[in-house]
């Protein structure tokens, strides 16, 4: 979609549609909200919806980024600790390897 073509009331409400989607725990949406609409919010001429677009903008990225630490710091403890939780290990893997038992 080109948001050059798109009235400044629905990309507001665009905006704040994927600013809500990712509460449902999609970090992705925060992530590409706060991309697709950086231009509109801070680089266009100013406009009365603006300043809301900003906001949305910017809290999308603070989500966004609090989600990728939060990932990033999990697998990290995971990977370093695994073999060092045994069984809590093997039983919170998506993935278990076949072997011996």
Do not use: H, T
Not at 20 to 30: D, Q, T
Not at 33 to 45: K, S, T, V, Y
Not at 75 to 92: C, G, K, L, P, S
Request: aromatic residues 18%; charged residues 20%.
């Amino acid at each position: 979609m080109d948001l050059a073509k798109v009235p400044n009331e629905k990309k507001l409400e665009l905006c704040k549609w994927y600013f809500k989607a990712g509460f449902a725990c999609l970090p992705f949406v925060w992530a590409v909200n706060a991309l697709w609409f950086f231009n509109e919010g801070f680089r266009r001429p100013e406009y009365q919806e603006q300043k809301q677009i900003q906001r949305y903008v910017i809290f999308s990225a603070i989500g966004a980024v609090l989600w990728l630490i939060i990932l990033v710091s999990w697998i990290a403890a995971f990977q370093i600790n695994r073999v060092n939780w045994d069984e809590f290990a093997e039983r919170i893997s998506f993935i278990i390897p076949l072997g011996l038992p």
